[in-house]
């Protein structure tokens, strides 16, 4: 089983819509990502975790909320999808020692019509 | 203009090359480099780690960092087809940090 699952792996849906993209880890890592991957721009980090009772905006946050349910899952909402934010999402984990992302999912393909 | 530059390629190359994957970045705070490989359809995973400048080698592959010309290589030696992936650089000033990502380098490896 992969360390890192996100679900769905793909999603179509249309404007307006609210989508939430899970993440769940058996890494055991108390520190969890989500970034966003657009061609030609690289990763994008939109919130993050260092714990359960710890969220953190990253660089793009509008649009986004996130939820930290326990150590393992870490879920991204999209509450009024829009079509700009179709694009690839990733979660990812790292352990206490490292604060860069080290473990990803394979990603959710997001497609907003 | 992007903080991390990487040129897209595609790069392809024959079996057995010596390969070299470059960034150029614009920020001279940065210190903390890494390279991550992506496989078609999976999630980036982490390569190589370096802090500052000087060189890291890890069986193929060897991270360069030199930060008086802001530019980070990373070499692949005898490079194979499972090689081929998408090379991600990515940079911080300080540990902990947010990194920024450059938007990643195609290699193809022709057997």
């Known amino acids: 089983d992969a360390d890192v699952t996100q679900t769905p792996r793909n999603r179509i849906t249309k404007t307006g819509k609210r989508i939430m993209l899970e993440c769940s880890q058996t890494?055991?890592?108390?520190?969890m990502y989500w970034y966003r991957q657009d061609p030609g721009l690289g990763l994008q980090l939109i919130y993050y975790?260092?714990?359960?009772?710890?969220?953190n905006k990253g660089e793009i946050s509008d649009g986004y909320s996130v939820s930290r349910q326990a150590q393992a899952k870490f879920s991204l909402s999209l509450e009024s999808a829009i079509p700009n934010q179709t694009a690839l999402y990733f979660c990812?984990?790292?352990?206490?020692?490292?604060?860069?992302?080290?473990?990803f999912g394979d990603g959710t393909r997001l497609s907003i019509l | 203009q992007k903080e991390v530059e990487q040129d897209p390629g595609p790069l392809s190359v024959p079996e057995g090359a010596i390969v070299s994957l470059n960034c150029t970045y614009s920020?001279?705070?940065?210190?903390?480099f890494m390279w991550y490989r992506q496989y078609s359809r999976k999630g980036p995973e982490l390569l190589m780690y370096?802090?500052?400048?000087g060189n890291k080698e890890d069986g193929r592959f060897t991270a360069q960092v030199d930060k008086s010309s802001k530019y980070i290589s990373l070499f692949i030696r005898d490079s194979q087809p499972s090689d081929s992936a998408t090379y991600l650089c990515?940079?911080?000033?300080?540990?902990?940090?947010?990194?920024?990502f450059g938007a990643g380098t195609i290699l193809r490896v022709k057997s």
């Open positions: 920020n001279s705070a940065f210190q903390y």
């Open positions: 990812a984990t790292s352990d206490l020692f490292s604060n860069q992302p080290q473990h």
């Open positions: 975790s260092f714990d359960v009772k710890d969220i």
């Open positions: 990515a940079m911080s000033a300080v540990y902990g940090n947010k990194l920024v």
């Open positions: 890494k055991g890592h108390d520190r």
């Open positions: 370096t802090y500052s400048s």
